[in-house]
């Protein structure tokens, strides 16, 4: 039987890389191969994975009905990945960052950023400048502005978070989003101006307090059940 798969050109970076990607998504579980293969126009036995790779994501075909990836491109673009959306999604899925899989998810996260009211899309727009065009900036913020260390306020440093808690960093969620529905009520601190100077330098962060049990306490008038560690 003929090998019908598609063979890396001498322009891709690295025969490697190509590979790599094409085992990447064959292993994500991300590729409807039968859907990809019609809207192409593939034949039952071409390489859609490869076809994809090459040009598919280019003429805006998706790896399956509902992934984003042509709406997503112009975001990941500013962050400095140029390549199949796809990819970039996986990838950053891969080092923690739980972007969703589908736009009204994407929106959805858009809008309780927004709502948090830590959110100056002025503020914003001046550190993107150009690169903001076109964009709706708060889904700029949830998909890679935050992991860029962009930050939505004066009233709020993700950096900083992500330093400070590294049980944020670990868990790959919004970190405004955990300050604002989380967060504050632990007593964590979500920007370095707001440490007090006279007492610690920043790096010693405010850790959420906890009660005897060892439970975050959501504030001062705390109580749990469990009984005083002795």
Not at 72 to 90: E, K, M, N, S, V
Not at 96 to 108: E, M, S, V
Request: neutral net charge.
């Amino acid at each position: 039987m003929a090998d019908t798969s598609i063979v890396a050109p001498l322009g891709w970076p690295l025969q490697t890389d190509f590979e790599l990607d094409r085992r990447l998504i064959a292993e994500s579980g991300l590729f409807d191969e039968k859907t990809y293969a019609h809207q192409a126009g593939l034949e039952a036995m071409q390489d859609a994975i490869g076809h994809y790779l090459l040009k598919g994501w280019q003429m805006g075909l998706e790896p399956n009905p509902s992934f984003p990836g042509a709406l997503l491109q112009p975001y990941f673009i500013t962050a400095g990945f140029d390549g199949p959306p796809a990819i970039t999604w996986l990838m950053q899925r891969a080092a923690g960052w739980d972007i969703p899989t589908n736009w009204n998810d994407i929106q959805r996260q858009a809008m309780r950023v927004r709502a948090t009211g830590l959110f100056d899309e002025a503020f914003y727009k001046a550190q993107l400048g150009k690169a903001a065009s076109g964009l709706d900036l708060a889904i700029h913020y949830s998909t890679v502005g935050e992991r860029m260390g962009i930050a939505p306020s004066l009233d709020f440093d993700p950096a900083f978070y992500m330093e400070c808690y590294p049980d944020v960093a670990r868990a790959g969620v919004n970190c405004l989003l955990h300050y604002f529905e989380r967060g504050r009520e632990e007593r964590r601190v979500g920007d370095r101006l707001r440490v007090s100077t006279a007492h610690s330098p920043w790096r010693r962060c405010a850790r959420p307090t906890r009660c005897p049990c060892g439970c975050p306490a959501a504030s001062a008038a705390h109580r749990c059940a469990a009984p005083a560690r002795g």
